[in-house]
RNA sequence: GUGGCUGUAGCUCAGUUGGUUAGAGCAUUGGAUUGUGGUUCCAAGGGUCGGGGGUUCGAAUCCCCUCAGCCACCCCA
């Protein structure tokens, strides 16, 4: 009989204990900065509607997987197509307009895996599945909600320790604006800002070979979008900026939110340096309607964006009578792990066991099972060992596992009602009473736990 | 979606101008006289040479197709 080979679909992983140990690790640092500015949680289904997915943007619809069965019949055509999800902001709108009960503004936070059909790349942190880790604020139009979105996501990397990243803002406002400016007229649009963009890697002469393949009358933009960029940085100049666009209302407007984020996120604790103004920041040309971010890792540049997002305000309307303004932003958890692993900062971690009780006899399998229980009650992870072996199996895999603490209790200690406990990090090793087992061991845990020596990103 | 590179053991790779039973290191399992790991030594298991077809007396090696992986672009998290 033939082997089915055993793989995964590919731009999808297995996460091993390892891996996935320190990786939830990450997670709830992302989780606890979400709850400390006040997120809700929220999950929503991996399957969607087709028609609740489709229709924001033509490029996204092609990356959309749909769901059929594996043996359809004729009257499975009759039910409406479906498809796994492709972002959190959409299924959010969808919950928004469906439930009138939500309060105002509604605050939520969301981390789960969507999908998309693109070539996967993993050296820039690129997959058909992954997770993302949405915070949004909807029913405001404050601008200061979208500071507090920027000063969230400066806080996430911080306590990730990442140390040099860079918060890019502009406005799709601006950005309108400026296109009006420099091409005369609107339809040039998403042209304009797709050329803009990627200017950081093909430079300005490569940026005005891409206007000239698009049709895109733009003769002065070199001049004018580089005095914008010379206004702008992590200490923009806005006067400057403004006289630069003087006369086109949109540029104007953009602006102006662009400066009450920056400073608002300033307030907020964004430190200085890691938020800039960046004329050429064009992400986001689906439903963003006002400011937008991204960030970027200054030391992996070929990773693209980290995290990504901007004010939407129109999105909800898609799907309710009401106008809901929005805005919010996902932390790429892969792309965060991806980087942190670049940066050789992600440290894998086979188990998080804190204790071996080792089978030492056949006599004591009893008080082995016993001990266990005890320190599990503690609250220690404990383990117990199956069958009997030799110390040296048994002291080998907790060596693996890297499990810091073995407890053995042969007929010596059983005589005498008292138990040894290895430390395999020190090889000290100490005998005690068995009643004190418990107690000892969470100390030395705990003061373990709060010593510089401990891992932990 | 476009272009390029690569496919030999679980992993990293050797394999001479096509020539007998395809090798190494690491990993795994067992052992070095049975109360203690990380070092060392010995041994064992494990391979449709990605798959299919062709050329040849003979193919891991040459040709074609296909699949998979990787890289860049596109786009993005």
Redesign the pocket.
Known sequence: MSRI?PRTF??TRDFLPSELIPRRRIVSIIEEAYRRYGFQPLETPAIEYLEILTGKSE?NDKLIYEIRRARGDAEDSAESAIALRY?LTVPLARVVAQYAELPRPFKRYQIQPVW?A??????????RE?V?CDADILGTDSPLADAEIVALTSEVLTALKFEKYRIRLSSRKFLAGLSELVTGNETHFFDFC?CL??LD?IGWDGVEQEFGKNNIPAKDARARVTELMASGGTEPDFAGARKLVAGNGAAEVGLNEIETVYHAARDLGVPQGKLSFDATLA????YYTGPIF?TVSEELP?L?????GGRYDGLVATFSKQNVPATGT???L??IQTALTQLERFKSEPSETQVLVAR?DDAGVGKSLELAAELRRAGLRAEIWYDND????Q??Y???QQIPF?V?A????RERGEV?L?N??T?E?VTLAQSDLAAHLLNVVKAQAGSPDSSGN
């Open positions: 080979e590919r731009g490029e972002d998309r693109d070539r996967p790349q993993p050296r820039q942190g690129r997959y992954f993302q797709r963009d990627k890697k992400r986001g040309l689906d991204e070929h693209g964006s980290l995290t990504g996902t932390i790429g892969d792309r030492f030799r110390m040296k199996k002291f080998s907790a060596d693996q073995v053995i042969g007929p010596d200690e040894s290895k395999l990090r090889q090793q």
